[in-house]
């Protein structure tokens, strides 16, 4: 039995919607761009009213299908036998087979982080700008520390090697309130807040020595306008062991094509999608602004936002309104506590925050 068609929207539907109501060309086939039915500039004029159209819906409201939980893990630190430095920061690993790479773990030449150099009891720390790979690729026991100033060691000098600096996972632009992170498995999550990263240079000028981080910061280094910008989130404290990390983030919706053929959010936006595409070829082909009485697809682009956002709170909207969080008090044998407390179970049963 072949399964019905859903109601969604696709490149292919907005292809030939957009080419329908601004050449009244049809497709042959599956689409009239790949069935070579438009001609000249038109396969570019419709997907640049596609792409106009996306880019108005999806940067009309705050979805929550683009704010998805994301989980990854901070590095561990490494500390892995003892290096040499010399005058330009040019860091050699010591007899090291460790990991399997043959030195410095391989993660080295993705994740920022700090060479931390013990000199002395008690420590003192002379520290690196972020860690780069040596040039022209990493040989498992070689690295350049960037802007190094601190003195030559000639012989064998323990270490730390840790990460706090990590690109931002591919396909999200932020992320939204608290990092979390189980500190055991019978544990609540601990929150890992976010601030500015002026905070984070800043002790990190005091106190580079790993363990739990307690906060975070994104920020952008550098730009390409070839690429544009890179974003990173870093630590402070440098974490000391893998961290298995929870956050929500805001996806970097992406163009449609004959590959990715589908929209986010395409059940619920489908209709909207659609009629801001058209809206789009309105202003754009046919040189109606949203004020003329023919501009008919403008007009139902914002009636159709208006309830794709209404369907968009119902979706996202819990189911009821949890465990009672008023004043402390025991009733009929159930604790009511404060949510900001820990967790409490009671006569076999979880009642919520305590």
């Not at 909207?317 to 159930?334: F, I, N, Q, S, Y």
Request: proline fraction near 8%.
């Amino acid at each position: 039995m072949t399964a019905p068609a859903q109601l969604t929207c696709s490149y292919a539907t907005l292809v030939n919607d957009v080419a329908f109501a601004a050449f009244g060309l049809l497709p042959t086939s599956t689409d009239v761009i790949t069935d070579g039915v438009a001609t000249g500039n038109q396969p570019a004029q419709i997907t640049r009213c596609i792409r106009k159209g996306l880019q108005w819906v999806y940067g009309s409201y705050r979805w929550s299908f683009l704010r998805p939980k994301i989980a990854f893990s901070t590095y561990p630190a490494y500390t892995t036998d003892t290096i040499t430095v010399d005058a330009d920061g040019n860091v050699t690993l010591n007899g090291g087979v460790t990991p399997a790479d043959g030195g410095f773990p391989s993660y080295v030449a993705s994740a920022g982080g700090l060479m931390i150099i013990q000199t002395a009891v008690p420590p003192t720390f002379y520290s690196g700008s972020w860690l780069v790979a040596a040039s022209p690729a990493p040989t498992g026991t070689t690295l350049k520390l960037t802007g190094y100033t601190g003195p030559v060691f000639a012989t064998g000098i323990p270490y730390t090697l840790a990460f706090n600096v990590y690109p931002m996972p591919t396909g999200y632009d932020s992320f939204e309130g608290e990092i979390t992170f189980p500190p055991a498995w019978n544990q609540r999550r601990r929150p890992i807040r976010r601030v500015d990263q002026i905070d984070i240079r800043r002790r990190l000028q005091n106190d580079a020595v790993p363990r739990k981080p307690e906060m975070y910061a994104l920020f952008t280094e550098g730009f390409d306008p070839t690429a544009g910008s890179t974003r990173y989130f870093s630590f402070w404290p440098i974490p000391d062991q893998e961290y298995p990390l929870e956050v929500t983030g805001t996806w970097q919706p992406a163009m449609l094509d004959a590959s990715n053929k589908y929209p986010l959010g395409g059940t619920v936006l489908a209709s909207v999608i659609t009629e801001a595409c058209l809206a789009a070829a309105e202003r754009d082909i046919d040189n109606i602004d949203g004020n003329d009485p023919r501009a008919v697809h403008s007009r139902q682009a914002m009636i159709e936002l208006q309830a794709a956002v209404q369907r968009d709170k119902e979706y996202a909207a819990p189911d009821t309104l949890g465990v009672d969080k008023g004043h402390p008090r025991v009733t009929e044998g159930v604790v009511h506590r404060r949510q900001t407390e820990s967790t409490y179970w009671y006569n076999g049963g979880y009642t919520g925050w305590m």
